[in-house]
């Protein structure tokens, strides 16, 4: 069993920053990709940014110039730097992973259970 556990979040004024974490831990063969993704109230779940285990990244188009993904792999850990905030960036941000268990070389697809980020004055 993996289990993905997001910290970080929380009330900013707008243009402020913040940065999230989320550790991964259990019996971890392989992490492939990990994504921050986020969901609005009323929205759909969106993806923010995805990192590969390679170090290659990609980010949507509003996060873009002002977010930036990265891990530690010693630490099994992925990182969201959100710079110049704006309100439209409130939402729930959830941590996903693509993993293998040690026992197994399928990967599956791991969420943690949501951090709340609020942009406001």
């Known amino acids: 069993q993996v289990q993905l556990v997001e910290s970080g979040g929380g009330l900013v004024q707008p243009g402020k920053s913040l940065r999230l974490s989320c550790a991964a831990s259990?019996?971890?063969?392989?992490?492939?990709?990990m994504n921050w993704y986020r969901q609005a109230p009323g929205k759909q779940r969106e993806l923010v940014a995805g990192?590969?285990?390679?170090?290659?990244?990609n980010y949507a188009h509003s996060a873009k110039g002002r977010f930036a993904i990265s891990r530690d792999n010693a630490k099994n850990t992925v990182y969201l730097q959100m710079n110049s905030l704006k309100p439209e960036d409130t939402a729930v941000y959830y941590c996903?992973?693509?993993?293998?268990?040690?026992?197994?070389?399928?990967?599956?697809?791991?969420w943690g259970q949501g951090t709340q980020v609020t942009i406001s004055s």
């Open positions: 990192i590969t285990s390679g170090g290659s990244t």
């Open positions: 996903n992973g693509i993993i293998t268990l040690a026992t197994m070389s399928v990967p599956r697809n791991y």
């Open positions: 259990g019996s971890i063969g392989s992490i492939y990709v």
